[in-house]
Structure formats: structure tokens, C-alpha cells
């Protein structure tokens, strides 16, 4: 039975502000120069840089631009310094937001996203004061016209995916973080490209927002995605659709 896909939702408004902030293929980059140095240049043993190429893919980022990450990740200087926070707050309405950095100096990063909470009408809040809320997710959303709804709940099976969804726009299968990599492998073997394939967080539940508010929070979002430090932001705010 279709439904209402909160995740098609989210990611919808956020591609468009991806697209708008054209900062995506520095970040990206940044990402992928960190998860080689972590875990070398081969993807097939390095789960988190073959996340990040897939979003790099996604993104049209140019083969040349990955290239020079990946020699920075080998290289074993840029971005040596570099670490990895998440801040965790409210926006407008008590919203809950989640925002994952990556950066060179705690310190300006901390006073920077404190400022951009203040500044669009949320509060930093104290670590784990939203994070219960969220869930790491494996999430692919396939949008096919030919695909039936028993050909993805056998991959699934077949998978041992998590969770299933038929929605408005096509399907879900949402895994733990560790079962990422078996559906990946099922969907790239039928020759299925899902428009979305990635480890994220996902809200256990969603909280509705009118149109008034989900402009607030979408500014706040759009704000913190603009930070040079940021790398990801998530929120349980459900969008009204015509926002």
C-alpha cells in the first residue's frame, strides 16, 4: 500500500539547497580525502569511502575532483587535522536537529553553529538531547515505473533488508548500517539504480510543521548546510508539501 514517504520529503528539499549552495563538491571532496586516509583507497574494503563516492556519483561530481581527493587521502597530509563532531539542538517549534561537522578548529565550529541556531530561531542543545530520536540507517529508494512491489520485497527478502516500503514515489528498503552493502550488492546485480543510496539518520518519528514553520526550519537548515564545517544535517520536521 503506498504512503507518504518522509524520506523522499527530506531529501527533496535538501537536494535543492545542495544544488543552490554549489558547495557540495568541496565537502564531498573533504570526505573522501578523510575516509582513504582512515581506510585506504579501495572501496570494496573501505565501507565509508564507498558510501561517499556514491554520493560523489549522485552528484555529478566531476572524476578528476575524486581523483585529487583520493591523492590527498594517500598523500596522508591534507586534512590530517581535521575531526568529526555532531551537534545536536532544536529549530523553530522545538524541531529536532541533528548536524554532523568536519573540521580543523572545534572551537570556531562550536561558536559558528551556536550562532546559526540563535539566528534562525532554535537552541544548541547539550550532546544526546536529540540524538535518541535518530537511528543510523541504511536507506535505498528506487523510482521505477516497471518495477512491481513483489519485485523489491523479494530483493529485500533476499537481502535481509530491515524494512520495506512501497510510497508515493516508488520504494523503500531501509537497512541497519551493516546490511547496507548485501542490498547494494542485490540491486547493482538486477541492474537497479536507486536515486538514493546511503548510510544517514533517521527520525523514529516525524513531527508536523505548517507552512510558517517549515519556512523557519528550512531556513535554519539551509544556514547550517551553508557552513563550510558541515557536512550533514537532519531533522524530524515533516514538511507540508507545498512548502
Not at 534562525?120 to 523510482?143: H, P, R
Not at 523479494?154 to 520504494?171: C, H, Y
Amino acid at each position: 500500500m503506498s504512503g507518504h514517504s518522509k524520506w523522499a520529503n527530506i531529501k527533496h528539499k535538501k537536494g535543492k539547497m545542495d544544488a543552490a549552495r554549489g558547495k557540495i563538491a568541496t565537502k564531498l571532496g573533504r570526505e573522501i580525502t578523510i575516509a582513504v586516509r582512515m581506510g585506504g583507497s579501495d572501496p570494496t574494503g573501505n565501507m565509508r569511502l564507498k558510501l561517499v563516492l556514491a554520493k560523489a556519483k549522485a552528484n555529478n561530481i566531476p572524476k578528476d575532483n575524486i581523483q585529487r581527493a583520493i591523492q590527498k587521502g594517500l598523500g596522508g597530509t591534507d586534512g590530517a587535522n581535521y575531526e568529526e563532531l555532531t551537534y545536536e539542538g532544536y529549530g523553530p517549534s522545538g524541531v529536532a536537529v541533528m548536524v554532523n561537522v568536519m573540521t580543523d578548529n572545534r572551537n570556531r565550529a562550536a561558536a559558528e553553529i551556536r550562532h546559526l541556531f540563535s539566528k534562525y530561531g532554535g537552541n544548541l542543545g547539550e550532546t544526546g538531547c536529540v540524538g535518541w530520536m535518530f537511528q543510523k540507517k541504511g536507506m535505498f529508494v528506487i523510482e521505477s515505473d516497471t518495477l512491481t512491489e513483489d519485485d523489491i520485497m523479494e530483493i529485500a527478502l533476499e537481502a535481509d533488508a530491515e524494512g520495506f516500503e512501497a510510497t508515493d514515489d516508488g520504494f523503500e528498503i531501509t537497512t541497519t548500517p551493516e546490511g547496507f552493502d548485501a542490498v547494494d550488492q542485490i540491486l547493482s546485480e538486477r541492474g537497479i539504480q536507486p536515486s538514493v543510496s546511503e548510510v544517514t539518520m533517521l527520525p523514529d518519528t516525524m513531527m508536523e510543521v505548517d507552512a510558517s514553520v517549515a519556512d523557519k526550519v528550512m531556513k535554519l537548515i539551509e544556514a547550517l548546510e551553508d557552513n563550510d564545517d558541515v557536512q550533514d544535517v537532519y531533522t524530524n520536521a515533516d514538511f507540508p508539501e507545498e512548502n
